[in-house]
C-alpha cells in the first residue's frame, strides 16, 4: 500500500471525505442529532443569563419577601435550564452513538466484501493480517470519531462560538485583547497538529504489521512448534510491537504537548479577560451578576478549546486511519465482470474447453512465462489429466480457467464463449474445484458440506458424503452431521479433510471438475474408494486433474504433459511410456521407486 503520511496540511480533513458515502443515507439521523446538539449547546449558553439574574436579584434592594419571590423565579429558570440541558444531551448521545455504531458496521462491511471480490494479484502484495488490521482497528479509531469525537467537537464549536460572542457583545474592549493572543495560538496549534497526524498514520502502521506477524505465524503454529521456533517468533513480534510502542510514544508525546500548549495559552488569555472584568465591578463599570456571567462564559470557553484540542487529536487520528481503509476501497481487482456478459451456452455430457495460443506471467513475477502459447481443447465429458515438474503450469491452468487471473495474450473459451465475456458469478458456477490442500470452515460437518450448493437439503447433503465415502466418519463424530470441526477443520485428519471437500464439489454438481491431486492425503484403502466415487462423478462431466501420483491417472482419456509452461506431450498413458520422454521419465521414477519399496517391505516380512 502507498504511503500518504506526507500529504500537506491543507489535506488533513479531505481525508475524512471517505466517509461521506457512508454517512449519507442517515441524512434525517444526522439532521436530528446536529438540532439535538445545538439546543443542548444553546441551553448550555442560557445558563450564565439564568445566573446573571439570580446574582443580581440576590444584590437589588427591596424587602426580603420581593427578594425571595425574585430568587424563586430565578431558581425555577436555572432548573428549567438543566432540565434541557439533561434531554437534549440524552438525545444527541443517543443519536450519536447509533449513528457512530452504524457506520462503523457499514464501513467494515463494505471493506470486507470488496476485499473479498480482489483477485489473488491483490493478496500478493498485502498481507492478511494487515487487511485484518485495517477491518478491525481502524474501524474502530473511526467510530470513535463519528460516534463520538465529533459529536463532541461540534458541540463545543458552538459553545466556544457562542461564549466568545457573548464576552465580545458584553466586554468588547477586554475581548478585543483576548482575541489578539489567541490569534498567536493558532499557527503552532496548526503545525503540531499536522504532525500528530503523519504519527497516527504511522502507529496504525505499526499495528498492523503486528496483526500480520501474528496471522501468519498463528496459521503456521504446528510448523512453528515442531521447529521450536516459538522463543525467536514471540521475540519477532515483540520487536514489532516496541515499535508500535514506540510510534505510539511520539505521537502520544505531540499531542500531550499540543493539548498542554493550546490550554494554557488560552488559559492564560481568559485570565487576562477575567482580570479586567474584576477592575470593570471596582469601578462599578458592571454590575457583580455581569461579572458572574463572564465568569461562567469565560469557563464554556476555556473547557470548549480544552475539548477541541483533544477532539482535533482524535480527528487527526481518524484521518489517518480513514486513508488506510480508503485504501482498501480505492484497490480494484484486474479481474471483473464484462460491460455486457454473455450467458454460458449448456451442453450435453459437460463443458468443451478450449485454450488458444495462452501467455501468461504472474504479475509478481513478470520476467518468467508461466504458460508459453499453450493451445489445448478438451471435449464435453473427457477427463484430461496434467503431468509435469514443479513449476511447468499445472496450477497456473486451473487459475486461469477460474478467472483468479487473466492471461496477458490468448483466449479461454468454455463452450465457445470466452472466459472474459462471462460473469465472474456464471463462470465460477459452472466449475467444481477439490483443491490439494482442503480448506474447512469453522462450522458443522453438514454446513461445511453445504458450501457447495448453500440450498442444497440435508438429504441431499448426506447423499454427497455418502458418494465421497464421507458419511461413516461423519457419522461417528460426536454430534454426527452438527459436529463443529475448529478451526480449519483441526479435529479431522487429511484424508477427512479431503473428503469434505470432494462431498462438497459433488454437492455444487458441476459441469467442469477441477482435481488438484485430490487424493494426495488418503491412505491406500481411503484413495481406493475415493478413485471410485471420483470416477463416478467424472461422468457426464468433464474433468481436469492434476495429477502428481501418476498411479491414479492411468484411465485418464488424455494425458498432458507440461514442461515450463508449454505442452511437451499428450496421450495415454501406455502411449507416453512407450514414447520414452518425459513423462517415460516420471513413471519411472515413481513406479521404480514403489516397486522398490514394496520389494524392502516383503523383505522385511520374510525376515520377522
Given at each position: 500500500m502507498s504511503s500518504t503520511t506526507d500529504r500537506p496540511a491543507s489535506k488533513q480533513a479531505r481525508s475524512l471525505r471517505g466517509l461521506v458515502p457512508f454517512l449519507r443515507p442517515y441524512r434525517g439521523r444526522i439532521a436530528l442529532a446536529v438540532l439535538t446538539l445545538l439546543l443542548a449547546a444553546l441551553a448550555t449558553l442560557a445558563f450564565p443569563l439564568a445566573l446573571r439574574g439570580l446574582i443580581d436579584a440576590g444584590f437589588e434592594a427591596g424587602n426580603p419577601g420581593e427578594r425571595l419571590m425574585a430568587l424563586r423565579e430565578h431558581f425555577?429558570?436555572?432548573?428549567?435550564?438543566?432540565?434541557?440541558?439533561?434531554?437534549?444531551?440524552?438525545?444527541?448521545?443517543?443519536?450519536?452513538?447509533?449513528?457512530?455504531e452504524r457506520v462503523t458496521a457499514d464501513l467494515r462491511n463494505a471493506i470486507y466484501t470488496h476485499v473479498l471480490k480482489q483477485s489473488p494479484e491483490f493478496f500478493e502484495t498485502t498481507q492478511t493480517g494487515e487487511v485484518l488490521s485495517r477491518i478491525t482497528t481502524d474501524t474502530t479509531v473511526v467510530q470513535t470519531v463519528v460516534g463520538s469525537s465529533l459529536s463532541m467537537g461540534l458541540r463545543n464549536v458552538v459553545m466556544g462560538i457562542g461564549a466568545l460572542t457573548m464576552l465580545v457583545v458584553t466586554n468588547p474592549y477586554v475581548m478585543g485583547q483576548v482575541l489578539g493572543i489567541l490569534v498567536l495560538i493558532v499557527a503552532p496549534?496548526?503545525?503540531?497538529?499536522?504532525?500528530?497526524?503523519?504519527?497516527?498514520?504511522?502507529?496504525?502502521?505499526?499495528?498492523?504489521?503486528?496483526?500480520a506477524i501474528a496471522a501468519e505465524v498463528l496459521n503456521a503454529v504446528t510448523v512453528v512448534q515442531s521447529y521450536t521456533q516459538e522463543g525467536a517468533e514471540a521475540r519477532?513480534?515483540?520487536?514489532?510491537?516496541?515499535?508500535?510502542f514506540d510510534t505510539a510514544r511520539k505521537r502520544t508525546k505531540v499531542r500531550s504537548f499540543l493539548v498542554a500548549f493550546i490550554i494554557t495559552g488560552v488559559f492564560g488569555a481568559m485570565l487576562w479577560g477575567l482580570y479586567q472584568g474584576t477592575q470593570a465591578v471596582i469601578a462599578g463599570k458592571i454590575s457583580a451578576g455581569h461579572l458572574g456571567q463572564t465568569v461562567v462564559y469565560v469557563t464554556l470557553l476555556v473547557s470548549s478549546v480544552a475539548v477541541l484540542a483533544e477532539v482535533w487529536g482524535d480527528v487527526l487520528r481518524a484521518a489517518g486511519a480513514t486513508e488506510r481503509l480508503?485504501?482498501?476501497?480505492?484497490?480494484?481487482?484486474?479481474?471483473g465482470d464484462p460491460a455486457q456478459p454473455q450467458s454460458l451456452p449448456a451442453t450435453r455430457g459437460g463443458t468443451r474447453v478450449e485454450f488458444d495460443r495462452i501467455g501468461f506471467h504472474y504479475p509478481s513475477r513478470p520476467q518468467t512465462a508461466a504458460l508459453d502459447q499453450l493451445s489445448l481443447t478438451i471435449e464435453p465429458g473427457e477427463t484430461v489429466a496434467l503431468v509435469g515438474p514443479s513449476g511447468a503450469g499445472k496450477t497456473t491452468v486451473f487459475q486461469l480457467l477460474l478467472r483468479f487471473y487473466d492471461p496477458q495474450s490468448g483466449q479461454i473459451r468454455l463452450n465457445g464463449v470466452p472466459t472474459q465475456q462471462l460473469s465472474l458469478a456464471d463462470l465460477r458456477a459452472?466449475?467444481?474445484?477439490?483443491?490439494?490442500?482442503?480448506?474447512?470452515?469453522?462450522?458443522?460437518?453438514?454446513?461445511?458440506?453445504?458450501?457447495?450448493?448453500?440450498?442444497?437439503?440435508?438429504?441431499?447433503?448426506?447423499?454427497?458424503?455418502?458418494?465421497?465415502?464421507?458419511d461413516d466418519f461423519i457419522r461417528a463424530l460426536p454430534e454426527g452431521y452438527q459436529s463443529f470441526l475448529g478451526e480449519r477443520g483441526v479435529r479431522l485428519s487429511g484424508g477427512q479433510r479431503q473428503r469434505i471437500s470432494i462431498a462438497r464439489a459433488m454437492l455444487k454438481n458441476p459441469p467442469l471438475l477441477l482435481l488438484d491431486e485430490a487424493t494426495s492425503a488418503l491412505d491406500a484403502e481411503s484413495e481406493r474408494?475415493?478413485?471410485?466415487?471420483?470416477?463416478?462423478a467424472m461422468l457426464d462431466r468433464t474433468t481436469l486433474v492434476i495429477a502428481h501420483r501418476l498411479a491414479t491417472i492411468q484411465k485418464a482419456d488424455r494425458i498432458v504433459v507440461l514442461e515450463a509452461g508449454r505442452i511437451v506431450d499428450i496421450g495415454r498413458h501406455d502411449e507416453l511410456v512407450a514414447r520414452g520422454g518425459l513423462y517415460a521419465k516420471l513413471a519411472a521414477m515413481q513406479f521404480g521407486l514403489e516397486?522398490?519399496?514394496?520389494g524392502r517391505a516383503r523383505a522385511e516380512a520374510v525376515t520377522a
Open positions: 425555577l429558570a436555572m432548573f428549567a435550564v438543566g432540565a434541557a440541558l439533561g434531554i437534549f444531551s440524552a438525545s444527541r448521545f443517543y443519536m450519536v452513538t447509533w449513528l457512530g496549534a496548526l503545525y503540531f497538529g499536522r504532525r500528530v497526524r503523519k504519527l497516527s498514520r504511522a502507529s496504525q502502521d505499526r499495528v498492523a504489521d503486528t496483526s519477532r513480534f515483540s520487536a514489532a510491537s516496541e515499535a508500535a480508503i485504501e482498501l476501497m480505492n484497490a480494484r481487482s484486474p479481474v459452472s466449475v467444481g474445484l477439490v483443491p490439494q490442500d482442503s480448506i474447512i470452515f469453522s462450522t458443522t460437518a453438514m454446513e461445511n458440506i453445504r458450501y457447495g450448493r448453500p440450498e442444497a437439503t440435508d438429504e441431499e447433503v448426506m447423499a454427497a458424503a455418502r458418494a465421497a465415502f464421507a474408494v475415493v478413485q471410485a466415487a471420483l470416477e463416478a516397486d522398490e519399496a514394496l
